[in-house]
C-alpha cells in the first residue's frame, strides 16, 4: 500500500507551511478543495499527519533511523561531511571526540543496510565502528524532505513491515490503524487493549 501522488503532494506542500488552507493548497496541487479535505481527513486517521504545524510520522511511512559511527585517520571534517550529504539516506552527522562521527541515516529496507555498509566501508579513510537502529521518540524529523514522486510504502502498525495490496483496517477511537494482515490486526487489537488497560490502571 502506497500514499499516492496527491497525498504526497500534500504532504510536500503542508512540509513547506503548514498552516496553508485547505482551499490555498487545492490551488497548489490543482486539485478541488473536497479532495484536499478526503485527503487530509485520511492522513489524519492514519495518524501521518499529527496537527499542523506540521508533524509527520515517518515510522508509519515505513522509515527507520540507524546509526553508524565511523573513524577516519585520514579524511577532514569537511571531506568527511561532503561524503555524507551527497548520501541519499543521510540525515544527520554529529562530531564525536577523536576521529569519530556519529551518522544519522534513514532506511526504508533492509536491504539499504547492506548497501551503506559497502558504500561507506569501501570509501578510503573511513571505518565503520558500529551500528545500531534508534528505539527513541524522534519520529517526527522536520528535515526529511518528501518527494512527491516517489511513493512511500505504509508500513504494518503491527509488524512494521511494508503493506502488500489492500490493508487491514481497524477504527478505533476515531483513527484507522493500518494492518498487513488478520493476524497482525488480532495481535494489534490484543496490544492495544493491553496499552489501554495499563493506562487505566495507573490512573
Given at each position: 500500500m502506497k500514499l499516492d501522488e496527491t497525498e504526497m503532494r500534500i504532504l510536500v506542500e503542508l512540509q513547506k507551511n503548514g498552516r496553508l488552507s485547505r482551499r490555498v493548497l487545492a490551488d497548489k496541487i490543482d486539485v478541488s478543495t473536497p479532495t484536499v479535505s478526503s485527503k487530509l481527513e485520511k492522513l489524519e486517521n492514519m495518524g501521518i499527519i499529527q496537527g499542523f504545524g506540521i508533524g509527520i510520522d515517518f515510522r508509519k511511512m515505513g522509515l527507520q533511523k540507524y546509526y553508524f559511527r565511523v573513524e577516519t585517520d585520514s579524511l577532514s571534517h569537511e571531506e568527511v561531511k561532503e561524503f555524507f550529504?551527497?548520501?541519499?539516506?543521510?540525515?544527520?552527522?554529529?562530531?564525536?571526540?577523536?576521529?569519530?562521527?556519529?551518522?544519522?541515516?534513514?532506511?526504508?529496507?533492509?536491504?539499504?543496510?547492506?548497501?551503506?555498509?559497502?558504500?561507506?566501508?569501501?570509501?578510503?579513510?573511513?571505518?565503520?565502528?558500529?551500528?545500531?537502529?534508534?528505539?527513541?521518540?524522534?519520529?517526527?524529523?522536520?528535515?526529511?524532505?518528501?518527494?512527491?514522486?516517489?511513493?512511500?510504502?505504509?508500513?504494518c502498525y503491527y509488524c512494521n513491515k511494508p503493506i502488500e495490496g489492500e490493508p487491514v483496517k481497524w477504527k478505533k477511537d476515531s483513527k484507522e490503524h493500518y494492518l498487513c494482515c488478520s493476524s497482525c490486526k488480532e495481535l494489534y487489537e490484543q496490544k492495544y487493549e493491553r496499552l489501554q488497560k495499563r493506562k487505566e490502571e495507573m490512573r
Amino acid at each position: 500500500m502506497k500514499l499516492d501522488e496527491t497525498e504526497m503532494r500534500i504532504l510536500v506542500e503542508l512540509q513547506k507551511n503548514g498552516r496553508l488552507s485547505r482551499r490555498v493548497l487545492a490551488d497548489k496541487i490543482d486539485v478541488s478543495t473536497p479532495t484536499v479535505s478526503s485527503k487530509l481527513e485520511k492522513l489524519e486517521n492514519m495518524g501521518i499527519i499529527q496537527g499542523f504545524g506540521i508533524g509527520i510520522d515517518f515510522r508509519k511511512m515505513g522509515l527507520q533511523k540507524y546509526y553508524f559511527r565511523v573513524e577516519t585517520d585520514s579524511l577532514s571534517h569537511e571531506e568527511v561531511k561532503e561524503f555524507f550529504i551527497g548520501f541519499e539516506l543521510f540525515r544527520s552527522l554529529e562530531k564525536l571526540e577523536g576521529d569519530g562521527y556519529l551518522i544519522g541515516l534513514y532506511i526504508r529496507e533492509f536491504s539499504q543496510i547492506d548497501e551503506a555498509i559497502k558504500i561507506i566501508e569501501d570509501h578510503k579513510g573511513l571505518k565503520i565502528i558500529d551500528t545500531w537502529r534508534s528505539q527513541d521518540q524522534d519520529s517526527k524529523i522536520p528535515n526529511i524532505l518528501l518527494d512527491e514522486h516517489i511513493p512511500i510504502d505504509i508500513s504494518c502498525y503491527y509488524c512494521n513491515k511494508p503493506i502488500e495490496g489492500e490493508p487491514v483496517k481497524w477504527k478505533k477511537d476515531s483513527k484507522e490503524h493500518y494492518l498487513c494482515c488478520s493476524s497482525c490486526k488480532e495481535l494489534y487489537e490484543q496490544k492495544y487493549e493491553r496499552l489501554q488497560k495499563r493506562k487505566e490502571e495507573m490512573r
